[in-house]
């Protein structure tokens, strides 16, 4: 009996450890040395950069290739091709030269055949025709005041035969102090109008020129020589100078 106690005892006891060993292992393991480390932390990944937004397109110019230098889209300032607008043939072509003071007579040209001299009118604010179809106005508006400037304006008309031709007018004023001689050239198409001024020749007469005793004289010339046909429209007055035509007086004195 005492055997059997004795094996049971030993029996006990072996279960016992048994069972220790099993909670041990269960609570982590018995350590057979120093315990094992805890694993390395990985590092955390690296975010990928920030996606860069695509280039906002610029409508207003284009990219040029291999250079990277932009066209400029905007209407920037074109070179002079060096056209121009033709001008209208119907209309007279005024060659763009002023009236020239002082230039003395223009000798050694003809007058100009086929071409009359259909009005001739002072501008000093308003319209004031001296003459018409070779003829002095004598029922004016206005007179022509002495001592203030003027342009006066020659207005020409195109008569069977004529051939467009350059054209020189000269306007010859007269008084005691002397003689005055103007020019200007023109190319008439067609028969000038009031309405537009380059179909007339132009005459700028400064402050100083005009007086009282002021008689004229206009007549045209061609430029480039005389042809063929009626020359007698081409003065006024026919002869001479224009006694008192342009009614000049004083801006103090009555009419």
Do not use: H
């Not at 040029?64 to 607008?85: E, L, Q, V, Y």
């Not at 223009?106 to 009005?119: F, H, K, R």
């Not at 054209?167 to 002397?178: D, K, T």
Request: proline letters at 9%.
């Amino acid at each position: 009996m005492r055997a059997l106690r004795l094996a049971s005892s030993s029996l006990i006891l072996a279960w016992s450890l048994a069972g220790l060993v099993a909670c041990s292992s269960a609570a982590g393991g018995i350590m057979d040395g120093p315990p094992a480390e805890p694993p390395a932390e990985e590092p955390p990944a690296e975010e990928p950069p920030a996606e860069e937004p695509p280039l906002e397109e610029d409508a207003g110019a284009s990219t040029t290739a291999d250079t990277g230098a932009r066209k400029d889209s905007g209407s920037g300032t074109r070179p002079d091709s060096g056209s121009s607008t033709p001008p209208d043939a119907s209309l007279p072509v005024d060659t763009g030269s002023p009236s020239s003071p002082d230039t003395g007579s223009v000798s050694g040209l003809p007058l100009v055949a086929n071409l009359g001299i259909s009005e001739i009118a002072w501008f000093q604010g308003v319209k004031v025709p001296v003459a018409k179809g070779g003829v002095r106005v004598t029922t004016r508006g206005a007179d022509v005041i002495a001592g203030r400037e003027a342009l006066v304006r020659v207005y020409v008309a195109p008569r069977s035969g004529w051939v467009a031709t350059e054209v020189v007018g000269q306007l010859q004023l007269v008084s005691a102090s002397g003689t005055r001689t103007y020019s200007a050239s023109l190319i008439p198409t067609a028969a000038s109008s009031d309405a537009v001024l380059g179909s007339t020749l132009n005459f700028d007469v400064p402050t100083d020129v005009l007086s009282v005793d002021t008689r004229y004289s206009v007549a045209l010339f061609a430029k480039s020589g005389g042809g063929s046909g009626d020359t007698s429209g081409a003065r006024y007055p026919a002869g001479g100078t224009a006694r008192r035509s342009t009614r000049c007086s004083r801006p103090s004195a009555s009419r």
